[in-house]
């Protein structure tokens, strides 16, 4: 086959898989949004959190769940495109006139490639980003104070790891007469009885701290006890505990998979401190090393998948991609339980479905070349062929 045919009919293929790919992103993306909607609803409905703030959230955590829909927007892409070519007699033209069908396979490696180095960035740069992002909002919304929730002669738990006790409360919920704290923190406790206090924010420096006016502070630590009397005493909350606010107003976090793999070992490491196990955490951060491989593996299953001969139509190529998705989710969460539960290696519960999905393309390539059937896709293709006669019955019966 001449260099220029093959380079027409390559780019042919490879803008085939585009459109569908396209599709699939904005698809898989719209299905995971939906369901971040009811966080959307809580925070706004029971925090008072504005919608343009909850949306920012959200579009912080684009990234995060962009690291999963591109590949499975391209497996999706790889089966429409060539099972199109294939439903059209197009794979049958091309061995008809002496083209071997690995001529569809470098469109689909290419793009495969350029998929697991765009999910690569966005592990390594997209979701820091995002997350530096929706610590950066979380923080705006502590210094806002959205909503106080200090209330006049009752005991308040609105900072974490803090109770508050104060007789008089200004209606913007910073300014408090009278006032009594309790801090608990590590073996440290602390007391505080004050005139005054007042909650305050330093947007420059990313700052939020509590200060007090003419009072008493009580140290206990041990066997050691202190009392302190002050004029002007300032409790500074660090950048976790602003955070911790943050969350506490908005019942809003990251979850592990949300996380960068900076915030991932942190974490690991606050909770090797504290005693507290880190397995879960140790998987989720090789998962984050083992997504971008997940289009290399569906490029590969793809191809002998996509070729298949099918009497179902062009169907077959959406129906399979939701069943592959299925399959991959269920050796994900297989390999999380697995080696949470220290059955197995974290980095093999993380690798665990790559493996499996790049066994089962091996496997399916090796048929396809051999021009074998496959019994479970012989099942499958009946199936669908049987409920697309059925619905077509029904619609006839129906006019």
Not at 357 to 383: C, H, N, T
Request: proline fraction near 5%; charge should be positive; hydrophobic fraction near 50%.
């Amino acid at each position: 086959m001449p260099r220029v045919m093959r380079l027409i009919l390559q780019r042919y293929i490879f803008r085939e898989m585009m459109i569908p790919m396209g599709v699939g992103i904005g698809v898989f993306t719209f299905a995971f949004m939906m369901g971040k909607v009811f966080r959307i609803v809580d925070m706004m409905v029971e925090h008072g959190v504005p919608l343009s703030f909850a949306a920012r959230l959200f579009l912080c955590l684009t990234p995060s769940f962009l690291v999963f829909v591109t590949p499975m927007a391209f497996l999706l892409a790889v089966l429409i495109a060539l099972g199109r070519l294939s439903a059209d007699r197009e794979i049958l033209a091309m061995k008809a006139s002496g083209v071997g069908v690995g001529r569809v396979i470098p469109p689909v490696i290419l793009l495969a490639i350029i998929t697991s180095i765009f999910t690569a960035l966005l592990v390594l740069y997209g979701v820091p980003y995002g997350s530096k992002s929706f610590k950066k909002t979380l923080f705006g919304l502590a210094q806002a104070k959205i909503r106080p929730s200090l209330r006049e002669g009752a005991f308040n738990d609105a900072f974490p790891r803090m109770v508050i006790y104060a007789e008089k409360v200004s209606p913007e919920g910073d300014i408090m007469e009278n006032v009594m704290v309790y801090h608990e923190e590590g073996g440290r406790r602390e007391m505080i009885f004050a005139r005054r206090g007042y909650l305050l924010a330093e947007p420059e420096k990313r700052r939020i701290f509590l200060r007090f006016e003419r009072g008493t502070l009580h140290q206990e630590e041990g066997t050691t006890y202190s009392i302190m009397d002050f004029q002007l005493y300032d409790f500074n909350l660090s950048y976790e505990k602003q955070l911790l606010l943050a969350r506490h107003r908005t019942g809003m976090r990251l979850l592990e998979k949300e996380m960068s793999v900076a915030d991932l070992k942190e974490k690991i490491k606050d909770y090797i401190r504290r005693g507290k196990s880190i397995r879960p955490l140790l998987v989720e951060l090789h998962f984050k090393f083992a997504i971008p491989f997940a289009a290399l593996v569906f490029g590969l299953l793809g191809i002998p998948l996509g070729l298949y001969q099918t009497r179902s139509g062009k169907s077959w190529g959406f129906v399979l991609s939701i069943f592959v998705v299925l399959i991959y989710y269920v050796m994900y969460c297989l390999g999380k339980a697995m080696a949470a539960g220290g059955l197995i290696p974290p980095w093999s519960g993380a690798w665990l479905p790559n493996l499996f999905m790049a066994s089962l393309g091996g496997y399916l390539l090796l048929k396809a070349s051999r021009e074998s059937p496959v019994l479970a896709l012989e099942l499958l293709d009946r199936l669908m062929e049987g409920i697309r006669t059925v619905s077509k019955q029904i619609a006839s019966e129906r006019r």
